[in-house]
């Protein structure tokens, strides 16, 4: 934080006062602030109770227990007057107390015997009599870190997430084998892929949105996770282009390999935040993990093996690399399920959704100004028939795959 | 060969366990319902339970001058003002009261008997006292508004016998009502009614969130569950019991009581000294009222609690303690 000397100041400024120009405003900030809270509240008459918020962020179902995590988003303090499930006073313990401070947790603990499959509600009323409620559309034991359940949501991630990305990688030699001419339809057809999967995902986060708490002001931790993951992959982008860096100084096309693991990583951002999403519905108990849901996403995924694979079809590639590959675009997904399923949290998930969102669309970037020749545009590049029809197909195969696991 | 002291232990573990298996549910059984009691009882809850407790035994029979026919001048000074009080354990009403608490206090008085109200409203709107009754116009105490810092007084006759009830009658009314603004009226025939163990039960509902649509708690004399929770009431077995019930619950159509274990004899609004009904079960609708005599012939813990079990479980639950 030490003020570097600037070659550019204006004459006359000594290290002083140039100290005080950047502290003279927050002193300022500061003693408005002293002044607003310590008189001016009641000077301007602004009083009255202010409303009561409680996040019930997470419910856990245990064996004839129910626990809430609750979280106090309002102004101020307040405390934990009664519980009601289903709309009946309930008996409850508090940790630590029935006082919550601002943005302060606290754990309440419920003797009820619920039933699996069932939907419940749970109201706590405040001290001032504000109901606060959490719905819950289907009762399911939340499962418990445990190295039986570890290994069964390991089972489901690779299930979902990595054999299908996998299996995708065995086209390559397929893809080799068709003429090269369809080069540009395969990597437009990424770029369809790929533009679905960031829609999707920023889908997912509309859902999170609706249940996060508003203290967490969820969309602009999507926003921050979009701007970022955007921007480090950016430069993680230039890095692995880097070699290929012409001496004029203009961006040389990134290698193929590159590309694919740029994809990969794409890939694997928007995974974490799927394997996330699966982990947390099965613990939120709003989704019976079907075996339709789970064939869905695995046909699904397999598209993001062929995304992975599209910039390799004219270069080298060995078993290794694409073991690497596969791994980093699926691997995510069992990382994902671990976090959902014992420890969600919602503006957390909503920060790796903007992640997965923002990867991907770097991704697109790169591969859509990749197609760009000469002098022209990405759009005008698109348009060419080949690349459009390619896009085209890739969105829809996404869309037709995905109808398997809506619901 | 257990000590004395270990076979008190256990004899004190079998009336606990006893105690247990008199709760409604197998789960609520192991505690009242309503969270952890606090590490000790708030100024807010004491006030609360000790009002509900008061307002079952405690009658105001005003300030009596006697008169020539013998009758009595009674007079009652009531004031209208705006208090918090806590409804449940840990949940604050920014009520609207009679005299400081919810219900007002419990007007009682004989047949015959001129009533003199001075009513003072140090509230922050208009309030009025709307008496269930036989009187004048100008005393219903509905187009004569009392703005805050105004006292009136009201005066008539105390007729019919039976258990009436007053209100405020400012509109909007089931505002007023639901806040708070009510009490018990009881006109005593000049033939009083047989001795018996006698209680106030006032039935009402509170809409702690305000939003005017529905209640999120019920109470007996305006505390959750307090005679099942707090203050069991005590009763002799045999005994003759008779309870002043008046429902005045606002934004619910009815409320029921449903008695344990006995059956009681009806006098719907106390205006005959002849039963009409034998039952366990009494709904009644907003404003109605009903005295019901009954006795337990056996010892023991009975509970007693609104029908609509939903009522029941959010906070419309007592018991009594039938001693032998």
Known sequence: MTPRPNPEKSPGLSGVRVWLAGVGPLLLVGAMTWWFLSSGVAWLRLGGVPIEKLAIERVVFRPQEVVLKVRNEGPGPLSVGQLLVNDAIWDFSITPGREIGRMKGATLSIPYDWLPGEPYVFTIVSGTGIRHTRRVELATMTPSASPRSFLIFGVLGAYVGVIPVFLGLLWLPFLRAMPRTWMDFWLSLTIGLLLFLGVDTLKESIEVLGRVAAYWNGVMLVALGVVGAFFALNGVGSVLAGSARSGSGAPARPSGMALATLIAIGIGLHNLGEGLAIGAAYTLGEVALGSFLIVGFTLHNTTEGLAILSPLVGGKASVRDLGILGLLGGGPTILGAWVGAFTYSDPLSLLFLGIGAGAIFQVVRVLARGRAEGGESVIESLSRPQNAAGLLVGFLVMYATSLLVAG | ?324
């Open chain 2, 1 to 324: 060969m257990p000590s004395r002291r270990l076979l008190g232990a256990g004899l004190l573990a079998a009336a606990a366990l006893a105690a247990l298996l008199v709760g409604p549910a197998r789960i609520v059984a192991q505690r009242p319902p309503g969270g952890p009691p606090a590490p000790e009882i708030s100024p807010l809850a004491r006030a609360a339970r000790d009002h509900a407790v008061r307002t079952l035994t405690e009658f105001d029979y005003g300030k009596a001058t006697p008169l020539r026919d013998g009758t009595s001048l009674r007079e009652y000074w009531i004031e209208a003002k705006n208090v918090e009080v806590e409804v449940a354990p840990g949940v604050r009403f920014p009520a609207w009261t009679f005299n400081g608490a919810v219900p007002g206090p419990t007007i009682r008085c004989t047949e015959g008997d001129s009533i003199r109200i001075h009513f003072t409203n140090n509230g922050t709107m208009p309030h009025s006292m709307h008496f269930h009754g036989i009187h004048r116009a100008g005393m219903d105490g509905v187009f004569e508004q009392v703005v805050p810092g105004q006292t009136f007084i009201y005066e008539f006759r105390a007729e019919p016998f039976g258990l009436h009830l007053y209100h405020c009658h400012t509109m909007p009314v089931k505002m007023h009502i639901s806040r708070g603004l009510f009490g018990v009226f009881l006109v005593d025939p000049k033939q009083p009614r047989p001795k018996a163990r006698e209680m106030v039960m006032v039935m009402n509902g509170f809409d702690t969130d305000l939003n005017g649509e529905d209640n999120e708690f019920y109470t007996v004399n305006g505390y959750a569950n307090v005679f099942f929770r707090d203050y069991p009431i005590p009763v002799k077995a045999g005994e003759l019991q008779r309870i002043y019930l008046v429902n005045m619950t606002e934004l619910d159509l009815v409320n029921s009581m449903h008695t344990h274990a006995t059956f009681f004899h009806v006098y719907p609004t106390g205006t005959s000294l002849t039963p009409t009904l034998y039952t366990d079960t009494i709904t009644m609708g907003q404003g109605e009222r009903a005295i019901l005599e009954f006795r337990y012939p056996y010892p023991g813990r009975y509970l007693f609690h609104a029908h609509q079990n939903e009522f029941a479980e959010l906070g419309w639950l007592g018991q009594f303690d039938v001693k032998p």
